[in-house]
């Protein structure tokens, strides 16, 4: 899988999805207004953003970020991010193979345990 | 070849071709016809700039159709421009040309009158100039061995041929095939006699001339190059950025008290070591003291036909776990694991070793590398004590646990040696040697598993580089 092979299959199950560079200079992928539809946080929309990385094969990075901060800075492994002042960073590591479909399921699984 | 390759500064560039060994056999279908009749196929190549050597990595058959090829008398055969203009539609700039066609005799083959017109006026303009890539020629012998040559642009319009100093065949085994003058069988010595004596000059000839890399010159790779030297291999490569301290010496190969007060790098150690016990008549040595994740290193590991990967740290296991399916050059790993508890009591010791790369299961799939620590050390996170502390106890646990340094010289031994057993039976085919898979061995009781089973998942992100030559320098650019 690619970074461009995720960019294309978030499209087509219906995101959008954006680029955009960091406070921290570095280069994110930005599903806008991801509905949250599972735990305690259902029914709640935030941007989530995913840092680009260059690894060769594809590797997710330790964590997503998102915009709102959904729950108390530094409470659940998350703390202030590198994309801006108004995004939060949660550190949650992907375990399986990062197919672009396994990688939805671990962003709705990373709300549902909440 | 200068403009193939990532630098000048080395020595001449060399020439090798690397395909799967399923891709092999889809060729012999098409190219053994026996019964004194030749046949021709196209397929399509990958570059893999190393820092020396240029390998066309065959990545694609384009078979013949109805139409393709004219038979000829005394049982040759020709190609129709028309199949020559479907390969060039296929070829991208990603792509070259491989023109291939069997010969009916056995070993290297030399080209006849009709070879070199074929390749050298009918095809290696065209190609170059619709790829920007030479056109690899290469003929397959009835005992299918492969040799192969490419077609270098040179003045007046014209082309050069540079032949290939092997062709390799990758897959459970590695199968070379060398060529006669550039990569001659070494001089068996009265020093080998021991070693000769259980696997055959043959198949020592095939060890002495394969180019090996060992990445990492600590406790394992030091004793694994010690033993490559002593067994009359003649062209190694060392990578390793790392220097020798005080705490290196009771359990690295050649390393002296001396050397921890100059700090002397330890690929320095193993050269100096190595040049001292090897038995070969003449030993090539190209030690790298700079960290795999560089350009460098990665271009000096790409020079090479198997590795051994003796380094403890994900993010350079992981590069190496790439390049052992996207380049074709299998990596032997292996790791030691010892449990202490708080009284400083040992539990257990296990180690494993394994070898990784087509038709074998790679590093992540056995369990030997774990993708949270891979995203951690390439995010730069695994040296932040903080962000650790903050991971799930198990990970965090998981995480220190690999970092502990248990590597007692006893235990690399251990390592060392059946690493070198599975890299003998790699490219021996030697399975009394090698063993027939990832091997376990829990000290306690004493016992040596073998997952003969092994095999990568379906999605498996490494296997899925296969034969494709993907720049690996983008984990560190």
Not at chain 2, 78 to 101: C, I, K, N, W
Not at chain 2, 111 to 138: C, F, I, N
Not at chain 2, 191 to 206: D, L, N, R
Not at chain 2, 388 to 395: D, R, T
Request: a neutral charge.
């Amino acid at each position: 899988m690619t970074y461009e092979d995720l960019v294309r299959h978030l499209e087509a199950i219906g995101y959008t999805v954006e680029q955009v560079t960091g406070q921290d200079g570095q280069s994110y992928l930005v599903i806008r207004s991801y509905r949250i539809t599972v735990g305690s946080l259902a029914g709640q929309t935030c941007d989530v953003a995913i840092q680009r990385m260059p690894a060769v094969p594809f590797v997710l990075p330790p964590a997503i970020q998102t915009r709102p901060a959904l729950i108390p800075m530094g409470s659940r492994n998350t703390q202030a991010s590198g994309v801006g002042s108004e995004w939060q960073y949660w550190s949650r590591v992907l375990r399986v193979p990062p197919t672009p479909e396994a990688i939805v399921t671990h962003i709705a699984t990373i709300f549902g345990e909440v | 070849m200068a403009d193939l390759l990532p630098n000048d500064e080395g020595p001449m560039p060399r020439f090798s071709v690397a395909m799967t060994r399923e891709l092999d056999a889809a060729l012999a279908k098409q190219l053994d016809r026996g019964a004194g009749q030749e046949d021709l196929a196209f397929a399509l190549w990958r570059p893999s700039r190393g820092r020396s050597r240029l390998t066309a990595i065959l990545d694609r058959v384009v078979l013949p159709e109805a139409g393709d090829r004219v038979w000829l008398p005394n049982g040759t055969v020709a190609f129709t421009p028309q199949y020559v203009v479907r390969v060039l539609s296929l070829a991208d700039r990603e792509h070259g040309v491989a023109f291939l066609h069997s010969h009916l005799g056995p070993g290297w083959q030399g080209m006849s009158r009709d070879d070199v017109v074929a390749e050298r006026k009918r095809m290696a303009s065209a190609t170059h100039g619709y790829t920007r890539l030479p056109l690899v020629g290469m003929t397959r012998a009835t005992d299918g061995a492969w040799s192969a040559r490419c077609w270098l642009p040179d003045q007046g319009g014209r082309y050069r041929r540079q032949d290939a100093e092997s062709v390799r065949v990758v897959g459970r085994r590695l199968r070379q095939t060398f060529h006669p003058k550039l990569l001659p069988p070494p001089r068996v010595t009265a020093a080998h006699v021991a070693t000769v004596s259980v696997w055959g000059q043959a198949k020592q000839a095939e060890l002495a001339r394969t180019r090996v890399g060992i990445v990492g010159l600590g406790s394992v790779g030091s004793i694994v190059a010690e033993a490559l030297g002593r067994m009359g291999l003649t062209r190694l490569a060392f990578i390793d950025h790392d220097r020798i301290e005080q705490r290196n010496l009771d359990r690295t190969a050649g390393a002296l008290p001396q050397d921890t007060r100059v700090g002397t790098p330890k690929v320095e150690v193993a050269r100096r070591h190595v040049e001292a016990v090897h038995t070969a008549d003449r030993i090539e040595l190209d030690p790298f003291h700079g960290s795999l994740l560089s350009d460098g290193g990665l271009a000096r590991v790409l020079d090479c036909d198997v590795l051994f990967s003796c380094v403890d740290r994900p993010a350079p296991r992981h590069v190496l776990n790439a390049l052992a399916y996207a380049h074709l050059i299998p990596v032997v790993d292996g790791g030691t694991l010892a449990k202490v508890d708080e009284a400083g009591e040992l539990i257990h010791a296990d180690w494993r070793i394994h070898t990784v790369g087509p038709e074998r299961a790679c590093m992540v799939c056995l369990g030997a590398l774990g993708r949270e620590a891979i995203t951690l050390d390439l995010a730069g996170k695994l040296d932040d004590p903080l962000y650790i502390q903050g991971l799930a106890p198990a990970l965090r646990e998981q995480l220190v646990r690999q970092s502990a340094r248990q590597n007692v010289f006893p235990f690399s031994l251990s390592v060392a040696a059946h690493e070198v057993l599975q890299m003998v039976g790699l490219v021996t085919g030697e399975e009394r040697v090698g063993g027939i898979g990832p091997q376990m061995y829990h000290c306690y009781p004493g016992e040596m598993c073998v997952d003969q089973d092994a095999a990568c998942s379906d999605v498996c992100e490494y296997a899925a580089l296969m034969a494709t030559a993907a720049d690996i320098s983008r984990n560190f650019s």
